[in-house]
């Protein structure tokens, strides 16, 4: 089987610094996949190279078994999208939720635009009344929907997701997670999650793997974490950090 | 509150709606809400009454004029002090100075709007593509935007309407072109601190092309502050066409225009002062307007104010 | 006296009131509680009110925005009725704050040494090369390796986790009795958090001070704090003790505490919080 995401000692230098150090991925189609790390470990780095907004120095990239060059063609966009950490800066601040997402429909010049932006608001829960709606009129959580419906709208494949949650709060968090699953498993999405919550991540991926520095530590089932079959020591703190602060 | 406040107030809820229903009504509930900001500020309304007069004054001078703004009557009106019959004098030739002045707020405007249709796209394309391309293509269009810069701006108009000839037309050219550069400046500093923002990289990630990205979601974004510059300058360039007026180099006589009134009338500032005084004033107001406008519209558009 | 029971802050029916184009809007309705020497957290989400009355306790709240309460003491001191010069003096020199983020709240162009041997020197009469030895102890005592190097550093020239000990170290170097924190550890990094707690803990239980931590993130709090106040929508819906936060009454607490992703607990979809109206009223 084709991975859907083959990543091979990827290299990514911005301005003389190295931002990742020669890392390698592999992510099935349906799967999802989690990138754990502090900050400065490369994890959003990767997940920008893929999308093709990080300057990548060596190595490759290959999305379902095609690899790509330094140009994305409009193909790709159909194939792999992105959600934002920030829902406050990830929306256009001029545009109603409408244009938003007529925008990729007029990019890629789809016809049927009308029943398709109604279908992506209601799978994200948003009904008709928040349509032409400006994003300073809509709370974090809403905002986060209409990012997602945004990317899902053009029906792609694989989901990049930076953080997607954790400028929200607890309970929108939740319902935010519960709404990615859903339509993961509604439409057989393929995902690969940035976080520097371990928790999270287990409740989200099946695998994932732990970085630091540029650089990959391990790479872990959701289930090894679990049971606290970690090797590194690195992951061993993040495991503890994630269980609250413990007096000395 | 009483029964009959109840429409309007429907409509004003209708305008302030969370869930607007359609374009239309999302679009003109922001706009009313730029416009209540706006009429808040008293002094930006006094300016805009200004600006509206001055339209009103520009569209109906032939109207309102008493007397011809080039024929005046030489044998026995020269040089008369304001009166009832001269609210504002006249003028060494005879002409009714209050008729001129209102046939110069044509003149004005034709010089303001054209200045502006001309100079703002200019500096709005070059500095938005600057600011987006970044590189070499930013690199060569700021260089030229500073050569502009480098020089002070009557000097440069006087030295393009003297290759040009003088003449109102050539004037309005020369204004345009060195006025430009700062518009430019302001659209590549705006673009500068949106370029790396998230809502353009999503639009990036839709394939969109960079010519899609700069016209539609980054232009919109400078267009207000621009706006703004452009209306707190029109003082700037109606005092920058008087001045050429006045050197001899803008509109000619007997064209009514205001800076080349003043030029006139300068022999008797003295003992006439009404030949310069009338049109220095009309000047004075109109650009006290633009000014006053131009804040009133800052406050309403700036988005870092708050939307909510 | 019992130094555990004494009473340093005393909260009753505080108000915060923001005047909007829009009418009134009550940020803080009507909060009550009362501070001794420990830790209280006070958790909310977005909009709580929760970082409002921190601010309001330390007198930061905007100046349109109108405060009330039937009480609100320091130590006996009455801080709605104090002047403003009075305020200042209390403010820094008896109870300090900490923000999120150290980068907006340390000054950018001050050396951080300077920064601290300033906050000293405003509060107490003390010489320069004392007040430089005394802003080196305290760098020390949050656990910066290198205090006399970090001491001539500018801001932007640390860490997040580096800046938010300094921030520790410039709030405590007076020796304030009572300290707010808000939010003091979301900008760092999980590792990092701990290490900044450990050091705050430390400290205030050294010097006996009363700290109120106000954060969006239950579970830290309950693990760092004695007492826990959870807020929502501007009220206090629960007060109790950190170690007994399993067994929350209300259904608000019970919700956040339940709606967050745990290690090992398998739920599929996660329990959302049913926002009730009457939570609010």
Redesign the interface.
């Known amino acids: 089987m084709t991975a859907a995401i083959a990543v091979d000692r990827l290299e990514v230098i911005f301005d003389r610094f190295r931002a990742l150090k020669g890392v390698s991925l592999d992510v099935q189609p349906g799967e999802s996949f989690g990138l754990v790390g502090e900050s400065g470990s490369g994890k959003s780095t990767l997940l920008r190279a893929i ?3 990080a300057p990548v120095a060596s190595g490759s990239i290959a999305v379902n078994g095609k690899t790509l060059g330094p140009r ?3 193909a ?3 194939e792999v ?2 959600v ?3 829902p406050y ?6 545009q ?1 939720v ?1 244009r938003l997402l007529q ?2 429909l007029a ?2 010049g789809f016809v049927d635009g009308e029943k398709r932006i109604q279908r992506a608001l209601d799978e994200v829960g948003l009904g008709n ?2 349509r ?3 994003s ?2 809509l709370s974090g959580g809403q905002r986060q929907r209409v ?1 997602i419906a ?1 990317a899902l709208i ?1 029906e792609p494949s694989i989901l990049l997701l930076d953080e997607p949650t954790s400028a929200l709060d607890a309970s929108v968090q939740a319902e935010v997670l519960n709404l990615l699953e859903e339509v993961r498993k509604r439409r057989k999405l393929t995902f690969l999650m940035v976080s520097h919550d371990l928790a999270i991540i287990t409740h989200m991926c099946e695998r994932l793997m732990v970085m630091q520095g540029g650089e990959a530590v391990e790479n872990l089932t959701a289930a090894d974490l679990v049971e606290r079959r970690v090797t590194k020591d690195y992951t061993r703190n993040l495991l503890r950090a994630s269980d609250g602060f413990v007096r000395a | 509150m009483t029964a009959s406040d109840a429409r309007p107030l429907s409509r004003r809820d209708w305008l302030l709606s ?6 239309t ?2 679009r003109l509930g ?1 706009a009313y809400v730029a416009w209540r900001r706006f009429s808040a500020n008293r002094l930006a309304f006094l300016g805009l009454l200004i600006i509206i007069a001055l339209l009103v004054v520009a569209a109906l001078a032939g109207v309102l004029a008493p007397y011809s703004p080039t024929f005046g009557d030489l044998k026995n009106a020269r040089l008369l002090a304001p009166s009832a019959e001269h609210w504002f004098g006249t003028d060494d030739l005879g002409r009714d100075i209050l008729s001129r002045i209102l046939y110069g707020s044509r003149w004005t405007l034709y010089v303001v709007i054209l200045v502006a249709i001309i100079a703002a796209p200019i500096g709005l394309l070059v500095g938005t593509v600057a600011g987006y391309a970044g590189g070499w293509t930013d690199a060569i269009l700021m260089r030229i935007t500073d050569i502009f810069l480098a020089f002070p701006k009557l000097i440069l108009a006087l030295a393009f309407v003297a290759a040009l000839g003088p003449g109102i037309e050539n004037a309005v050219l020369a204004i345009a072109i060195t006025s430009w550069p700062p518009y430019a400046r302001i659209a590549r500093a705006e673009t500068l601190t949106v370029r790396n ?3 353009i ?8 092309s960079p010519f ?1 990205i700069v016209l ?2 980054i232009m ?2 400078c267009i207000s502050s621009l706006i703004i510059r452009v209306t707190l300058d029109m003082a700037g360039i109606i005092l920058t066409a008087a001045g050429l007026g006045f050197l001899g180099l803008g509109a000619q006589p007997p064209l009514p225009e205001w800076g080349t009134m003043i030029a006139s009338g300068r022999r008797f500032v003295l003992d006439q002062w009404w030949v310069a005084g009338a049109p220095g004033f009309a000047i004075l107001i109109v650009s006290l307007g633009f000014n006053l406008l131009g804040d009133g519209l800052r406050d309403a558009l700036d ?1 870092r104010s708050g ?2 | 006296m019992n130094r555990k029971t004494e009473t340093l802050l005393d909260v009753d029916d505080l108000r915060v009131t923001f005047p909007t184009r829009t009418g009134l809007i009550e940020a803080v309705r009507g909060v009550s509680f009362s501070l001794g020497r420990e830790r209280l957290g006070i958790v909310g989400e977005s909009g709580s009110g929760k970082s409002q009355t921190g601010r309001a306790i330390m007198g930061l709240t905007p100046p349109q925005a109108r405060i009330s309460a039937n009480r609100l003491a320091f130590d006996g001191i009455d801080l709605l009725s104090v002047s403003p010069r009075e305020r200042r003096a209390l403010r820094g020199n008896r109870i300090a704050m900490i923000l999120q983020d150290p980068k907006y709240s340390l000054d950018p162009v001050m050396s951080i040494g300077r920064q601290i041997v300033e906050t000293l020197r405003t509060h107490e009469k003390v010489g320069k090369a004392e007040a430089r030895d005394r802003a080196l102890a305290m760098l020390e005592a949050v656990q910066i390796r290198d205090p006399a190097r970090v001491f001539d550093l500018h801001p932007h020239e640390v860490s997040g986790g580096m800046g938010q000990r300094a921030m520790i170290a410039m709030m405590l170097i007076a020796g304030p009795e009572m300290m707010i924190a808000d939010e003091p550890t979301s900008a760092l990094d999980v590792t990092v958090q701990l290490d900044v707690l450990g050091i705050l803990d430390r400290l205030v239980s050294e010097r006996g001070m009363g700290l109120i931590f106000i954060s969006h993130d239950l579970r830290l709090v309950s693990s760092f704090c004695d007492r826990v106040i959870v807020m929502y929508a501007g009220k206090v819906v629960e007060q109790l003790k950190a170690s007994e936060l399993g067994q929350a009454q209300h259904p608000y607490t019970r919700g956040l505490l339940n709606c967050m992703p745990k290690i090992g607990a398998d739920r599929h979809p996660l329990p959302v919080l049913d926002r009730k109206p009457e939570w609010a009223a």
Request: net charge positive.
């Open positions: 999308a093709g907004l994305r063609d409009k790709f966009y159909r999208q992105m934002f950490q920030d800066g990830s929306l256009h601040p001029r109603t409408d925008e990729p990019i890629h009344g928040f032409f709606r400006y300073h009129q990012a945004r053009l | 969370e869930r607007p229903a359609s374009r009504q999302a922001r923002s998230d809502y990289k999503a639009v990036q990630l839709m394939g969109a899609r539609r979601h919109p974004l988005p939307d909510q």
